[in-house]
């Protein structure tokens, strides 16, 4: 399972004071980064803030490999592929704030606000502070969430009409390309061959009834994401 094996640092507590901290930074760029674009949605320092965000998010990956390797923490065949959910996320992050790519915000809207968050307010993998890769963590995470809320909320982005499905679907087939190649490199990409301990999936059964079930609750809440856009007459306008 390892491929470098040195020596870990120990594990970020819940609901710790670093913790606490990154959540509270990641409320606060996200609550800045939407107030710029509804109010000064022409001002250059608007542009520049969501370039950053891009770039975050595409880097998210080099950046988390490369955190291990200086924190010299273990790099597992869990990491050396860009195919953990929120990876993909961050991508299509990146797709829909520079292509404007109606899909990929979708994608990053649903995704970011189901697993990403969960991830970020469990963070069963991060490594503690101040270690290179808590950082990383956080810069894939909050970044991620950051994006999901940006899109709707900060460009006047709305799901489109079948957008809950099409998540859905999508999300199947991510599950579908994570399984093989967990089957074919013995990873668990998706945390599809066993659980991230210490997170809601606890709650969901024993393999693999568990996948069933993330994969029926996903669905719900993707539309219970897209309510408050029906409910507001959510629809195909866009300033994306």
Known sequence: MIIIATGNPPLLPPFGSAHLAALGVTLVLTVLMILTAR??????????????LAILLITAYPA???????GDIALTRDMILPLHLCDV?????????????????????????????QALLTPTTCFAFPSP???AF???????????????????????????????FWGLGYMVVAGLVNLLIGSNYGFLREKAEGSLMDFLGPWPAYIGVMAILGLAF?????????????????RM
């Not at 988390?64 to 200086?70: E, G, V, Y």
């Open 39 to 52: 109010l000064y949605p022409k001002a250059r320092f608007a542009g520049w803030a969501q370039a950053v």
């Open 64 to 70: 988390n490999i490369l955190a291990r390797i200086w």
């Open 89 to 117: 996320a961050a991508v299509t992050g990146f797709f829909a704030l520079v292509f404007a790519n109606r899909l990929a915000a979708e994608l990053t809207y649903f995704w970011g606000l189901t697993g990403t968050f």
């Open 133 to 135: 890769a808590f950082f």
């Open 138 to 168: 956080f810069q894939l995470h909050s970044a991620v969430v950051i994006a999901a809320l940006y899109l709707p909320i900060g460009l006047g982005w709305r799901p489109a009409r079948g957008a809950v499905f099409r998540a859905w």
């Open 222 to 238: 993707f539309a219970v994401l897209a309510l408050p856009f029906r409910l507001c007459g959510g629809g195909e306008d866009s």
